[in-house]
């Protein structure tokens, strides 16, 4: 037996606010400066729809001149593609958020127009400033015109429960999705869990450990047991899962390969893995954090007066 799904590279999940986000993204942390702009439209070139950054990253306005390269030399629509970003924690806060937004747009107003989606990058800062902030990305979706630039959808990062529960009991806008660390050694059953109840997508960075279990003993016996390679054998679990999946790379031929791991729309090909290479990447008690510096952010406690 196997474990499959119909998937492709042009698949979007709809959220809850009902926008659809493509369930594959290029994300572009640790990625240079110098380099982000045409790895971006390369990326968009080979396939891809959706790119991920940050205001942390550095890199969000070449990013953007990536995107906007692309649309004017394809003459594809600004709404085929997914733009996100994220706040740092010392943007957060409502005056600090404010004048985030400001930033943000100086960085990419001129060239893709509006962010499709705004997240907190993480919950390690105070209830007060967490709340704030979401005050403040609220009022930029409801009122695009109280806002420095447009935003389509807000979420969260690296949210644990607590945070959620606190974040939802005094939200007018659900978060759409929360991204967190998301592979086999960190399958975070019991957070999912509470997104699934609530209608909060899962999307999954890191989804190769960022090389850390790359020669993991297993996982190099399941890549020959199979002769699927250990990413795509990583991958696969992750999109198998329901997750967005981003992935990251310097090097064109391994964007391309990343990308490949999906079908294309209308070929005779699906994403699955055999039912023993899926019970062996299940793993429901394991908590290895790779990033962070292993300090889980979801744990951070709820409130630091």
């Known amino acids: 037996m196997t474990k499959t799904t119909e998937i492709n590279q042009e698949t979007r999940y709809k959220l809850n606010n009902g926008l659809e986000i493509p369930i594959i993204g290029f994300g572009v942390y640790e990625i240079p400066a110098a380099d982000t702009a045409d790895l971006v439209y390369q990326a968009l070139k080979e396939g891809y729809r959706h790119i991920d950054t940050a205001v942390g990253y550095r890199n969000q306005a070449q990013a953007a001149l990536g995107v906007r390269r692309f649309l004017n030399e394809t003459g594809a629509l600004r709404e085929s593609v997914w733009c996100t970003t994220k706040l740092t924690n010392q943007q957060q806060g409502w005056e600090e958020t404010q004048k985030a937004l400001k930033e943000i747009a100086k960085d990419v107003a001129e060239a893709i127009s509006y962010v499709d989606l705004v997240l907190l990058h993480s919950p390690k800062t105070s209830s007060r400033k967490r709340l704030d902030s979401w005050k403040v990305l609220e009022e930029a979706v409801i009122k695009p015109e109280s806002s420095a630039i447009p935003i389509k959808a807000i979420g969260v990062s690296n949210f644990g429960v607590p945070h959620l529960q606190e974040l939802?009991?005094?939200?007018?806008?659900?978060?759409?999705?929360?991204?967190?660390?998301?592979?086999?050694?960190?399958?975070?059953?019991?957070?999912?869990?509470?997104?699934k109840d609530n209608d909060i997508l899962a999307e999954a960075y890191s989804p190769l450990t960022q090389g850390v279990k790359l020669q993991d003993p297993e996982l190099l016996s399941l890549e020959t047991q199979s002769g699927i390679s250990k990413a795509e054998l990583l991958l696969n679990w992750s999109f198998l899962q329901g997750f967005v999946v981003l992935v990251k790379s310097a090097k064109p031929k391994r964007i391309l390969d990343n990308l490949k791991v999906l079908p294309k729309?209308?070929?005779?090909?699906?994403?699955?893995?055999?039912?023993?290479?899926?019970?062996?990447?299940?793993?429901?008690?394991?908590?290895?954090?790779?990033t962070w510096n292993k300090q889980d952010p979801t744990e951070f406690p709820i409130d630091i007066k």
């Open 265 to 290: 729309k209308g070929e005779d090909r699906k994403v699955f893995l055999s039912d023993d290479i899926w019970q062996a990447l299940d793993k429901p008690n394991s908590h290895d954090v790779v």
């Open 168 to 195: 939802l009991a005094a939200a007018r806008i659900k978060p759409v999705l929360n991204q967190l660390e998301l592979h086999p050694w960190l399958p975070r059953p019991e957070l999912r869990k509470f997104l």
